[in-house]
Protein backbone atom coordinates (compact mmCIF):
# COMPACT_ATOMS: atom_id res chain seq x y z
CA UNK A 1 0.00 0.00 0.00
CA UNK A 2 0.89 3.44 -0.12
CA UNK A 3 -0.22 7.25 1.51
CA UNK A 4 0.14 10.21 -0.81
CA UNK A 5 0.08 13.80 0.26
CA UNK A 6 -0.11 16.82 -2.51
CA UNK A 7 1.61 20.02 -1.68
CA UNK A 8 2.61 23.13 -3.99
CA UNK A 9 -1.12 24.52 -4.76
CA UNK A 10 -2.01 28.26 -4.69
CA UNK A 11 -3.21 31.03 -6.38
CA UNK A 12 -1.16 32.18 -9.38
CA UNK A 13 -2.11 34.98 -11.73
CA UNK A 14 -2.12 33.61 -15.54
CA UNK A 15 0.53 33.07 -17.70
CA UNK A 16 2.44 32.18 -14.09
CA UNK A 17 3.78 28.55 -12.86
CA UNK A 18 3.56 26.15 -9.78
CA UNK A 19 5.29 22.90 -8.83
CA UNK A 20 3.53 20.33 -7.12
CA UNK A 21 5.16 17.76 -5.34
CA UNK A 22 2.81 14.25 -4.13
CA UNK A 23 4.84 12.59 -1.47
CA UNK A 24 4.74 9.23 -0.45
CA UNK A 25 4.61 6.82 1.88
CA UNK A 26 5.36 3.04 2.09
CA UNK A 27 7.67 0.72 0.12
CA UNK A 28 5.73 0.50 -2.67
CA UNK A 29 5.97 3.07 -4.28
CA UNK A 30 8.97 2.96 -6.64
CA UNK A 31 6.82 0.01 -8.25
CA UNK A 32 3.65 2.43 -9.05
CA UNK A 33 2.24 4.10 -11.88
CA UNK A 34 1.88 7.70 -10.78
CA UNK A 35 -0.81 10.04 -12.37
CA UNK A 36 -2.23 13.70 -11.72
CA UNK A 37 -5.60 14.21 -11.87
CA UNK A 38 -8.27 17.39 -11.45
CA UNK A 39 -11.42 18.31 -10.79
CA UNK A 40 -13.19 21.42 -11.12
CA UNK A 41 -16.28 22.55 -9.41
CA UNK A 42 -18.98 20.46 -11.83
CA UNK A 43 -16.93 18.38 -13.87
CA UNK A 44 -15.54 14.96 -13.69
CA UNK A 45 -11.96 14.17 -12.63
CA UNK A 46 -9.98 14.17 -15.16
CA UNK A 47 -6.79 12.34 -16.61
CA UNK A 48 -3.75 15.55 -16.29
CA UNK A 49 -0.26 13.55 -16.65
CA UNK A 50 1.03 10.08 -15.98
CA UNK A 51 4.05 8.41 -15.29
CA UNK A 52 5.82 5.13 -15.72
CA UNK A 53 6.72 3.32 -12.37
CA UNK A 54 10.46 3.40 -13.94
CA UNK A 55 9.89 7.28 -14.81
CA UNK A 56 11.02 5.99 -18.26
CA UNK A 57 7.29 6.58 -19.88
CA UNK A 58 4.72 9.87 -19.62
CA UNK A 59 1.86 11.02 -21.37
CA UNK A 60 -0.12 14.36 -20.70
CA UNK A 61 -3.41 15.24 -21.67
CA UNK A 62 -3.26 17.34 -24.71
CA UNK A 63 -4.34 21.04 -23.28
CA UNK A 64 -1.29 20.27 -21.18
CA UNK A 65 1.29 19.19 -23.42
CA UNK A 66 3.79 21.85 -23.81
CA UNK A 67 2.79 23.36 -20.37
CA UNK A 68 3.16 20.67 -17.78
CA UNK A 69 6.03 18.30 -16.52
CA UNK A 70 5.85 15.32 -14.81
CA UNK A 71 8.73 13.51 -13.06
CA UNK A 72 9.77 11.44 -9.97
CA UNK A 73 12.55 10.50 -7.72
CA UNK A 74 11.82 7.04 -6.46
CA UNK A 75 14.73 7.43 -4.26
CA UNK A 76 12.91 9.99 -2.14
CA UNK A 77 9.17 8.88 -2.88
CA UNK A 78 8.20 12.30 -4.70
CA UNK A 79 6.57 12.93 -7.43
CA UNK A 80 6.14 16.29 -9.37
CA UNK A 81 3.86 18.31 -11.61
CA UNK A 82 5.41 21.31 -12.67
CA UNK A 83 2.92 23.73 -14.30
CA UNK A 84 4.04 26.87 -16.64
CA UNK A 85 1.97 29.04 -18.56
CA UNK A 86 -0.97 28.47 -16.23
CA UNK A 87 -4.74 29.33 -17.81
CA UNK A 88 -7.66 30.24 -15.51
CA UNK A 89 -9.14 26.88 -16.89
CA UNK A 90 -6.46 25.16 -14.93
CA UNK A 91 -8.42 25.70 -12.01
CA UNK A 92 -9.29 22.88 -10.04
CA UNK A 93 -8.13 20.11 -7.33
CA UNK A 94 -5.06 18.61 -8.20
CA UNK A 95 -5.22 15.28 -7.25
CA UNK A 96 -2.07 12.57 -7.50
CA UNK A 97 -2.89 8.79 -7.11
CA UNK A 98 -0.87 5.58 -7.55
CA UNK A 99 -1.82 2.41 -10.41
CA UNK A 100 -0.21 -1.18 -8.80
CA UNK A 101 -1.39 -2.54 -11.91
CA UNK A 102 1.10 -4.06 -14.13
CA UNK A 103 -0.28 -2.64 -17.13
CA UNK A 104 1.49 -2.25 -20.78
CA UNK A 105 0.73 1.66 -21.61
CA UNK A 106 -0.18 3.92 -17.87
CA UNK A 107 -3.92 4.06 -17.21
CA UNK A 108 -5.50 7.01 -18.36
CA UNK A 109 -8.47 6.49 -16.40
CA UNK A 110 -9.18 7.46 -12.56
CA UNK A 111 -11.02 4.61 -12.06
CA UNK A 112 -7.98 2.30 -12.95
CA UNK A 113 -5.98 4.19 -9.84
CA UNK A 114 -6.10 2.19 -6.09
CA UNK A 115 -4.54 4.97 -3.57
CA UNK A 116 -5.43 8.77 -4.04
CA UNK A 117 -4.72 11.70 -2.42
CA UNK A 118 -6.65 14.73 -0.68
CA UNK A 119 -6.21 16.85 -3.16
CA UNK A 120 -4.12 20.68 -3.21
CA UNK A 121 -6.32 23.57 -4.53
CA UNK A 122 -4.85 25.25 -7.44
CA UNK A 123 -6.81 28.83 -8.78
CA UNK A 124 -4.92 30.71 -11.41
CA UNK A 125 -6.81 34.33 -11.84
CA UNK A 126 -7.06 36.35 -14.84
Known amino acids: QVQLVESGGGLVQTGGSLKLSCTAS????????LGWFRQAPGKEREFVAV????????RYADFVKGRFSISRDNALNIAYLQMNSLKPEDTAVYYC???????????????????WGQGTQVTVSS
Open 51 to 58: IRWSGGTT
Open 97 to 115: AADPRKTLVPALNPREYDY
Open 26 to 33: GRSFSTYD
